[in-house]
């Protein structure tokens, strides 16, 4: 894993592709982490997001569906944000096109390459490529300056997540992970964490922790116990222990459901699970 620097910038306001955030701070959640799995409690833990039903971006360039809405979307004051996760959009880029230099500050930002290749330039001369099985980690701090861009024959597919850090400031830094044949085993493999867990890049969150995973063909794994986890299916079907399926594109919002097993589907999946223990509040 590397660590690239870059200068501060003023803007007192989390940036958003098309918008400007107000800041939000975290708060540690006092939710019980242990099991509901009682049937009445079990609606309220588990709550089924369609991919059909995630915001759609749809451009000559950029075809995204996210969970929150962004940009030029209309405020939803019930879906702003789950746990620390305010950000968490899926991007398909043609070739030849991306997100031109724009600035962010006070954010953490994980990148997941599903298909293709993501080019990162910043401000400092930072730069990397990554591709499947590859993720980037960006810790904005006080202010950086950074683009994103496809430069390659073939789309860019993508699953781009963004959480609030403990406390605003700091030098921002970058990273490039790999987690190599990592992957290979089933298991879920942690990709970023602040302090939870080892992993490839530190997070400025103490709170929170992104797993990814590639289960083989009726592979069951695990997933953590946290007040609150958000579960992405990017590719295959998988279905909670419950009886609860999610297919390519869909999420499942957990709140403090206990260590919940998902088994994959006869191809197989691949999936991203946040783990958080704290969640947002309005500055």
């Given at each position: 894993?590397?660590?690239?620097?870059?200068?501060?910038?003023?803007?007192?306001?989390?940036?958003?592709?098309?918008?400007t955030?107000?800041?939000?701070?975290?708060?540690?959640?006092?939710?019980?982490?242990?099991?509901?799995?009682?049937?009445?409690?079990?609606?309220?833990?588990?709550?089924?997001?369609?991919?059909?039903?995630r915001?759609?971006?749809?451009?000559?360039?950029?075809?995204?569906?996210?969970?929150?809405?962004?940009?030029?979307?209309?405020?939803d004051?019930?879906?702003?944000?789950?746990?620390?996760?305010?950000?968490?959009?899926?991007?398909?880029?043609?070739?030849?096109?991306?997100?031109?230099?724009?600035?962010?500050?006070n954010?953490?930002?994980?990148?997941?390459?599903?298909?293709?290749?993501?080019?990162?330039?910043?401000?400092?001369?930072?730069?990397?490529?990554?591709?499947?099985?590859?993720?980037?980690?960006?810790?904005?701090?006080?202010?950086?300056?950074?683009?994103?861009?496809?430069?390659?024959?073939?789309?860019?597919?993508?699953?781009?997540?963004?959480?609030?850090?403990?406390?605003?400031?700091?030098?921002?830094?970058?990273?490039?992970?790999?987690?190599?044949?990592?992957?290979?085993?089933?298991?879920?493999?942690?990709?970023?964490?602040?302090?939870?867990?080892?992993a490839?890049?530190?997070?400025?969150?103490?709170?929170?922790?992104l797993?990814?995973?590639?289960?083989?063909?009726?592979?069951?794994?695990?997933?953590?116990?946290?007040?609150?986890?958000?579960?992405?299916?990017?590719?295959?079907?998988?279905?909670?222990?419950?009886?609860?399926?999610?297919?390519?594109?869909?999420?499942?919002?957990?709140?403090?459901a206990?260590r919940?097993?998902?088994?994959?589907?006869?191809?197989?999946?691949?999936?991203?699970?946040w783990?958080?223990?704290?969640?947002?509040?309005?500055?």
């Amino acid at each position: 894993v590397t660590h690239r620097s870059a200068r501060s910038a003023t803007r007192k306001s989390r940036q958003v592709r098309g918008g400007t955030r107000p800041a939000a701070t975290a708060i540690i959640s006092e939710m019980n982490e242990t099991d509901q799995s009682g049937a009445g409690n079990r609606a309220k833990a588990i709550e089924i997001r369609p991919a059909a039903s995630r915001i759609g971006t749809r451009m000559d360039w950029l075809d995204a569906r996210g969970s929150f809405p962004m940009g030029h979307h209309p405020t939803d004051a019930d879906n702003t944000h789950f746990g620390l996760l305010y950000v968490h959009q899926e991007d398909r880029i043609a070739p030849h096109s991306g997100f031109p230099p724009h600035p962010h500050r006070n954010v953490e930002v994980v990148t997941w390459v599903l298909g293709g290749a993501l080019e990162h330039r910043d401000d400092t001369g930072g730069e990397g490529v990554i591709r499947p099985g590859q993720a980037q980690h960006m810790s904005a701090g006080t202010g950086v300056v950074h683009s994103e861009m496809n430069p390659f024959a073939e789309d860019a597919h993508v699953v781009q997540m963004w959480i609030a850090p403990d406390e605003a400031g700091g030098e921002p830094y970058y990273s490039d992970i790999d987690l190599g044949t990592a992957l290979d085993g089933g298991a879920l493999v942690a990709v970023a964490s602040g302090g939870r867990t080892e992993a490839p890049a530190k997070l400025r969150q103490a709170e929170a922790t992104l797993w990814a995973g590639r289960p083989g063909p009726a592979v069951a794994v695990n997933l953590p116990d946290a007040p609150f986890v958000h579960l992405f299916c990017a590719r295959g079907e998988l279905s909670l222990e419950g009886g609860e399926r999610l297919g390519a594109g869909d999420v499942a919002r957990l709140r403090s459901a206990g260590r919940l097993a998902l088994t994959a589907s006869a191809e197989g999946c691949e999936l991203l699970a946040w783990e958080m223990h704290a969640e947002l509040r309005d500055a």
